[in-house]
């Protein structure tokens, strides 16, 4: 048992350090004047199973992070925990602001996948994307999908997490198929 932890770490570790190599080598886009990004309590490694465990004064250093990351993704599945809200992923589904926050935390934490899956049409992050805005049923999401990659050069035209998040609500409330299943924005 101690050695498939260890080897689970090791691995969480291993990608981890690689994540963040990889994001070294790419320029990283300037905030724009004013912004303010604030993640939630939870943390870079995000929502689940794991934030529940390993809450505390100490969540956010990298070694707890580390631990929660590796139990949301081996022990309970992040993206079912962040469809249903379960798990710490929306600690109060009826706030304007804590849906805001999830949309652009999401953004951020995964421009780069949701820029590329939204110039091809599909993929597990646009899907993920889909769903946190409300619009991930299968009839809504290809809608979504289509109206991602059609507009993929407008509305992916900066890095800014917030203006990239804004711009795509502002084109799907535009849609009359999907301004009926977007969340409250």
Not at 5 to 21: R, W
Not at 40 to 48: F, N, Q, Y
């Amino acid at each position: 048992m101690k050695k498939i932890i260890l080897n689970g770490l090791f691995a969480s570790a291993l990608a981890l350090s690689s994540m963040a190599v990889a994001q070294g080598k790419k320029a990283a886009p300037a905030p724009a004047a004013g912004a303010n990004y604030r993640l939630p309590a939870w943390g870079m490694a995000g929502c689940g199973l794991g934030t529940l465990v390993f809450a505390g004064p100490k969540s956010n250093t990298m070694g707890t992070q580390l631990l929660v990351l590796t139990t949301n993704d081996s022990v309970s599945p992040q993206t079912s925990a962040i469809t249903s809200g379960t798990s710490n992923c929306n600690a109060n589904p009826a706030s304007a602001e804590a849906m805001r926050i999830e949309r652009e935390t999401y953004v951020a934490v995964n421009l780069t996948d949701i820029s590329k899956e939204a110039s091809q049409g599909n993929g597990t992050h646009l899907q993920s994307l889909a769903d946190i805005l409300g619009c991930g049923d299968q009839q809504n999401f290809s809608t979504f999908a289509q109206l991602a990659q059609t507009s993929h050069s407008e509305i992916f035209s900066d890095a800014v997490p917030e203006n990239v998040t804004e711009r795509l609500l502002s084109k799907a409330n535009a849609s009359e198929e999907l301004r009926s299943c977007l969340r409250d924005n």
